[in-house]
């Protein structure tokens, strides 16, 4: 099984590049996955923001993998602890399908995108800066693979 990260927004700032590496080479044997950015919808006066969204939507939705098992993150979505969330990959795994977890823009995801989702997963209540959404991702599903593997990574 493989993993995507499918982002809206491109050119992450370093501090962010480097530790979503980090994690990526740590989960490289248990879950491998990839960043594919997705070129964010024009905004600012005289555009709309609805359009921008949907266009957005639209480059997201061309990148899914065929097949793949799609969890979209969302703030409506469901809030899962870090236990929740292994339990939730040994699922996608006996599956038997990729992954793919979809970080929208500035207004979300596109209607269709979250049409599209297999499942809705929200991080919590707080409002994060969508870079560091890609960040927060790639840890949490380090420390649930890790779970899973029985490594000592999560003491909580």
Known sequence: MKAKLIAVGERAPRWVAEGFGEYQKRLSHWLPLDLVEVEPGLRGKGRDAV???????????????????????????????????????????????????????????APDVLARADEKWSLGPLTLPHMLVRLVAAEQLYRAAALLANHPYHRA
């Open 51 to 109: 359009r921008a969204m949907q266009e957005e939507g639209a480059r997201v939705v061309a990148a899914l993998p065929k097949g793949a098992c799609v969890v979209a993150l969302d703030g409506r979505g469901r809030t899962w602890s870090s236990e929740d969330l292994a339990q939730r990959l040994e699922f996608w795994r006996g599956q038997g399908r990729d992954l793919a977890f979809l970080i929208g823009g500035p207004e979300g995801h």
